[in-house]
């Protein structure tokens, strides 16, 4: 009997020992409690005393427990003693970072872009060559974060609403350098590049008045819907998502199918793509690069508030951009920046539109078009040529002169093609005649069938009195053999004023057809320049 309690209290002392090397154990850091030494600890039941019987920890376990609850139970308790214990150390050598700042507390738009980055690091000898590209060029960056400003707030904003990468924001850099009326040779268009096949799919509409492919909101929205697709499609992988972006989604799932063949890696960096795409990714990156730290590549950026800069408005009905542009007490060409889609600087007549004016001014212009009469919110009117019109006949239809009508749609004779679209610069009084429900139906949109008006009006003075002294806009288009020079010096205006109005740059080329705005002062002596066409 002697021996036996000898021998269950040399097992006790040993159970105890144990205990405290687990401890000791936990206290240095070291790895977990052994399972040779727990399972050598938990004895058969025959060496077991009655009773509760300690395990490895110091707890009491009850009498009958399995051996191998036990055991488990004493690794258990030891683990957790030195989980606590290295949390402490941690916490003591590395503080747990602080709560990321909201996306408002931002001072600066640049400081929340760079917060929001998570696209994975991208460093290759194509970075580095279009680092060295946008550094050397520091005009084209100047003017391209010029247009930039009046974007990015509400980009970034999107992009960070889908908990996107805030790179993504700074696509439109890579696809149209922030210019909305971008076309490309493949016939993309837009802030965001769409083809014909992308913008239709994610429900863009274009037609006379309107284009959604250069609608700073409608345009957004699309394209960041087709990103998150692009996404889903790849797996996650942006970088994947973002070269099926530039080169369409089958055009990198043959590459990555090709590789995937012949045992290749299936990243971006090793596909083979077409060469502009294999540029794609590391435009953007060089981009986000520069973005983070411009002065290490000697670039200076502007500051852009962290707020947004324009604000969006419902019209009701149709009107004039150079008439709101008098509310907001704003240039009609910053009010045409913000809303390139309305391509003839007027809302269409028939639907609620929406317009985005500079967000200061947002409850001003609804009270001023609150106030507004109906017949002040246009300045011209849309007509569409039908089988036997005549210049002559829509000339005295609308009381204008014939060489008004030609001088307003550049016409060079007096040829007339069926389904062709004119610009009829009515002066206010009669346009307001002309908005009359029984003169409605003769001035609709193309679709719909064209009518003979109730009424005629008689033919007007070549300079009508409302128009003499005015600064009026006049559309201009463009002919062989013209120069942006010559142009300004057949308006006696500036080319810098050209560049302006057309938000064009030093670089741009003139088309051939191209229409230009112009603003100029009527005269008697203007010849037939006072018309206000509204065309662009």
């Excluded at 399995?66 to 916490?91: F, R």
């Excluded at 400081?111 to 290759?124: F, I, M, S, W």
């Amino acid at each position: 009997m002697d021996r036996a309690k000898s021998n269950n209290e040399a097992l006790r002392n040993f159970i105890a020992s144990l205990s405290i090397l687990a401890t000791l154990s936990g206290l240095a850091g070291c790895a977990s409690f052994p399972h040779h030494i727990a399972a050598s600890a938990a004895a058969s039941p025959a060496s077991r005393p009655a009773g509760n019987t300690i395990a490895a920890s110091g707890s009491p376990v009850q009498a009958g427990t399995k051996p191998g609850v036990a055991a488990t139970t004493a690794i258990a308790s030891a683990s957790t003693v030195k989980g606590a214990v290295v949390t402490a150390t941690s916490s003591a050598t590395n503080p747990v970072p602080a709560t990321k700042p909201l996306p408002a507390s931002y001072a600066s738009l640049w400081q929340r872009v760079r917060a929001g980055y998570a696209l994975p690091p991208l460093d290759n000898w194509r970075v580095k060559r279009q680092e060295q590209w946008f550094a050397q060029n520091p005009v084209y960056m100047q003017n391209m974060l010029r247009r930039a400003r009046l974007y990015l707030y509400y980009i970034v904003q999107e992009v960070q609403k889908r908990g996107m990468p805030t790179e993504i924001a700074l696509l439109p850099a890579i696809e149209s350098a922030y210019q909305p009326h971008a076309y490309s040779r493949a016939r993309a268009a837009g802030l965001w590049q769409f083809i014909a096949s992308t913008w239709r799919r994610y429900g863009l509409k274009t037609d006379w008045w309107y284009d959604g492919r250069s609608d700073v909101v409608a345009s957004t929205d699309a394209a960041l819907d087709y990103l998150e697709k692009l996404k889903n499609d790849f797996n996650g992988n942006w970088q994947l998502a973002l070269a099926a972006y530039n080169c369409g989604e089958g055009e990198v799932q043959y590459a990555i199918d090709y590789n995937r063949r012949h045992g290749l890696p299936t990243d971006y960096s090793d596909l083979r793509l077409p060469a502009e795409t294999e540029n794609y990714v590391p435009k953007l990156m060089a981009m986000a690069h520069i973005v983070s730290d411009p002065a290490k590549f000697g670039l200076s950026f502007p500051a852009i508030p962290n707020r947004p800069y324009f604000a969006q408005i419902k019209t009701h009905t149709q009107v004039d951009l150079s008439v709101v542009a008098k509310l907001t007490g704003t240039s009609v060409s910053t009010l045409y920046r913000i809303n390139p889609a309305y391509v003839h600087w007027v809302t269409g007549p028939h639907g609620d539109h929406d317009l985005l004016v500079p967000a200061a001014m947002k409850e001003a212009v609804l009270e001023g078009l609150r106030k507004l009469p109906p017949d002040e919110r246009v300045r011209w009117w849309h007509h569409v040529v039908h089988r036997g019109d005549t210049l002559s006949q829509i000339s005295r239809w609308y009381g204008v002169s014939i060489n008004a009508i030609k001088s307003s749609n550049s016409l060079r004779s007096n040829f007339l093609r069926i389904g062709q679209s004119l610009l009829i610069p009515v002066p206010m009084d009669r346009l307001a005649r002309h908005t009359a429900p029984w003169h409605r139906p003769y001035v609709i949109h193309a679709v719909y069938r064209q009518y003979r008006p109730v009424r005629r009006f008689h033919p007007v003075r070549r300079f009508h009195p409302v128009w003499r002294g005015r600064v009026v806009r006049v559309v201009h288009r463009v002919r062989a053999g013209e120069t942006l020079w010559s142009i300004a010096r057949r308006y006696n205006v500036y080319v810098h004023q050209l560049r302006r109005w057309n938000l064009m740059d030093a670089t741009t080329v003139l088309r051939l057809g191209q229409r230009l705005r112009i603003w100029v002062r009527s005269t008697p002596a203007a010849a037939l320049a006072t018309v206000v066409p509204g065309r662009g």
